[in-house]
């Protein structure tokens, strides 16, 4: 099972736990990272984005946590030249 298999099952749980939406666990892990200020958010349908902004959740320790163990960052282009 790759990592980004393992984030997924971990979101997926979350947001089972919260009956919310994969989209809004993984937003407001997202929003649980002092270094992330502005997060970027594409979807495929306006539907999905009032989704995704209806997002109040806010996620414990413990779950912020499951979900960085499996994260490892990756350099994105043009930061890996």
């Not at 979101?11 to 997202?30: F, P």
């Not at 997002?55 to 414990?60: C, D, E, G, I, N």
Request: net charge negative; hydrophobic share 45%; aromatic share 6%.
């Amino acid at each position: 099972m790759s990592l980004a298999d393992i984030i997924a099952l971990r979101i997926e749980e979350v947001a089972k736990a919260h009956q919310v939406s994969m989209a809004q666990a993984t937003l407001a892990w997202s929003l649980s990272k002092d270094f992330i200020t502005a997060p970027i958010y594409g979807t495929t349908g306006i539907d999905k984005l009032k989704d995704a902004l209806a997002v109040s959740l806010q996620l414990t320790p413990e779950e912020i946590k499951s979900i960085d163990e499996a994260y490892r960052p990756r350099s994105v282009f043009p930061a890996d030249l």
